[in-house]
């Protein structure tokens, strides 16, 4: 396996963490820079457009990094004042992007469509407060792969909410789900493309699957099922319509947690291999297409596994970490790098 990759680590204090040589060393951001070194980094997000460039959404606003995370420049925009948890960007248009924002701005759905350089306000907005959590954050997008239009949201803890037109109007969906756990929290969202097309939308106490445009669902409980009632992060395996890693633990931040795999887009889950066990709930995944069989997920405190083999064994990394918020990983390194700010 080449060393010749990135692996990226989105922290709440840190900011983003690096490592260069798959692994092996890693790095924290250097000073002098619009983001800075000790930051909240909520989400990260490769630009389809870039594949050496990434985009973090932190506490106050976007930023971008053009060298594979090594040099981070803001994104002067609307984003600049909001708490931003969550980018995604269609795969049919790349130019279409949309961030969700949260605690402890306000909970809004921004919308780009010339690559994450400018953003607009749509009216999806949640209330300043929200059961729960106190303060709402828009966790989950998920753009239809065939429609930049057709975006789905998730709120925790606010609600499960469809825009058909690219964000200018939007339906609440959740509250007619059969089943419903009695809450709005919901944490993720994964579009399959495929005959028929499939939405699963993940709930923090149970997974939901429709295959059929969301008429009706399929009700599994986290707890009754997999033996762990925090369900967390869903993550579609590069290049596959039908394979999927799901993390759950026993709460937040929990002390036990496991990693399930689906084959058949989400109908049936299987236990995976840790080597070792997890600290605290799973958090986060990556992926890419460079190579679709190495994955990487992590802890909410920390803990940092890889997959070499499609998500059905893992491995700890032996550097940890503080608390994990995002994982990415580039096949590339930046052609100068500087690495003053070692850790490991």
């Known amino acids: 396996m080449s060393n010749d990759r990135t692996l990226l680590v989105a922290t709440d204090g840190q900011a983003v963490m690096r490592s260069h040589d798959n692994g092996q060393k890693w790095y924290r951001i250097n000073i002098g820079q619009d983001l800075e070194f000790d930051d909240r980094v909520r989400c990260l997000l490769i630009d389809p457009a870039n594949p050496r460039a990434v985009f973090a959404g932190a506490e106050r606003g976007l930023f971008r990094s053009d060298d594979c995370g090594s040099r981070w420049d803001r994104v002067d925009c609307e984003l600049n004042d909001y708490a931003v948890w969550k980018l995604a960007a269609s795969e049919s248009d790349p130019s279409v992007m949309y961030a969700g924002t949260g605690s402890p701005?306000?909970?809004?759905?921004?919308?780009?469509?010339?690559?994450?350089?400018?953003?607009?306000?749509?009216?999806?907005?949640?209330?300043?407060?929200?059961?729960?959590?106190?303060?709402?954050?828009?966790?989950?997008?998920?753009?239809?792969?065939?429609?930049?239009?057709?975006?789905?949201?998730?709120?925790?803890?606010?609600?499960?909410?469809?825009?058909?037109?690219?964000?200018?109007?939007?339906?609440?969906?959740?509250?007619?789900?059969?089943?419903?756990?009695?809450?709005?929290?919901?944490?993720?969202?994964?579009?399959?493309?495929?005959?028929?097309?499939?939405?699963?939308?993940?709930?923090?106490?149970?997974?939901?699957?429709?295959?059929?445009?969301?008429?009706?669902?399929?009700?599994?409980?986290?707890?009754?099922?997999?033996?762990?009632?925090?369900?967390?992060?869903?993550?579609?395996?590069?290049?596959?319509?039908?394979?999927?890693?799901?993390?759950?633990?026993?709460?937040?931040?929990?002390?036990?947690?496991?990693?399930?795999?689906?084959?058949d887009a989400g109908a049936t889950w299987t236990r995976t291999e840790l080597s070792?066990?997890?600290?605290?709930?799973?958090?986060?995944?990556?992926?890419?297409?460079?190579?679709?069989?190495?994955?990487?997920?992590?802890?909410?405190?920390?803990?940092?596994?890889?997959?070499?083999?499609?998500?059905?064994?893992?491995?700890?990394?032996?550097?940890?970490f503080n608390e994990i918020t995002d994982l990415a990983w580039i096949d590339a390194v930046p052609a100068d790098m500087e690495l003053p700010h070692v850790t490991g």
């Open 276 to 320: 070792q066990p997890a600290n605290s709930c799973i958090w986060a995944f990556a992926v890419n297409d460079a190579d679709p069989d190495f994955l990487l997920t992590a802890t909410k405190f920390g803990n940092l596994y890889r997959s070499e083999d499609g998500g059905k064994r893992w491995q700890k990394e032996w550097r940890e």
């Open 105 to 263: 701005t306000l909970s809004i759905l921004f919308r780009s469509r010339d690559g994450g350089k400018g953003w607009q306000r749509t009216p999806l907005e949640m209330p300043e407060r929200c059961a729960g959590v106190s303060r709402p954050r828009m966790l989950a997008i998920a753009v239809d792969p065939d429609d930049a239009n057709d975006v789905m949201v998730g709120v925790e803890e606010g609600g499960y909410f469809r825009s058909r037109d690219g964000g200018d109007t939007w339906e609440r969906l959740d509250t007619t789900w059969p089943d419903h756990p009695g809450n709005s929290d919901i944490h993720d969202i994964v579009i399959l493309r495929g005959e028929p097309k499939v939405i699963l939308v993940l709930t923090v106490v149970a997974l939901y699957r429709s295959t059929d445009d969301g008429k009706t669902w399929e009700f599994t409980s986290a707890k009754d099922s997999w033996g762990l009632r925090y369900s967390r992060k869903l993550q579609q395996k590069a290049g596959s319509q039908t394979e999927l890693t799901l993390g759950i633990g026993d709460g937040t931040p929990g002390t036990q947690a496991a990693v399930l795999a689906s084959s």
